[in-house]
């Protein structure tokens, strides 16, 4: 079975920093988008980062860039987002997920869109202002 396990959130003050980890095991494929992705009460779930583990492109929502980065280990099956400069609006239940049609490439646009296959459960960040 494909399990994602995200980890990580907890309560910080504005301005500080988190790494998120989601750790991936029993996907058969080495081609595939893994995204973060976060949801704060009464709000719309919105796309924050992905990577493509073939070649290591990432993406970022506009309102995470230069703040928040992706990045991988553990031979792709660990995935962190860390998050700096956090502010309240940050503040969500975090999430991850995978999408492997991933053949035609990857929209820079619309990443945060497409229909993910495979979720982990949420880790809760808190942001204190």
């Known amino acids: 079975d494909v399990q994602l396990q995200a980890s990580g959130g907890g309560l910080v003050q504005a301005g500080g920093s988190l790494r998120l980890s989601c750790t991936i095991s029993?996907?058969?494929?080495?081609?595939?988008?893994i995204g973060w992705f976060r949801q704060a009460p009464g709000k719309e779930r919105e796309g924050v980062s992905c990577?493509?583990?073939?070649?290591?492109?990432?993406y970022y929502a506009d309102s995470v860039k230069g703040r928040f980065t992706i990045s991988s280990d553990n031979g792709g099956k660990t995935v962190y987002l860390q998050m700096n400069s956090l502010k309240p609006e940050d503040a969500a239940d975090y999430s991850c997920?995978?999408?492997?049609?991933?053949?035609?490439?990857?929209?820079?646009?619309?990443?945060?869109?497409?229909?993910?296959?495979?979720w982990g459960q949420g880790t809760q960040v808190t942001v204190s202002s």
């Open positions: 029993g996907f058969p494929f080495e081609d595939y988008l």
């Open positions: 990577m493509r583990r073939s070649d290591g492109a990432t």
């Open positions: 997920a995978i999408y492997y049609d991933v053949d035609h490439g990857v929209d820079t646009e619309s990443w945060g869109h497409y229909e993910y296959d495979y």
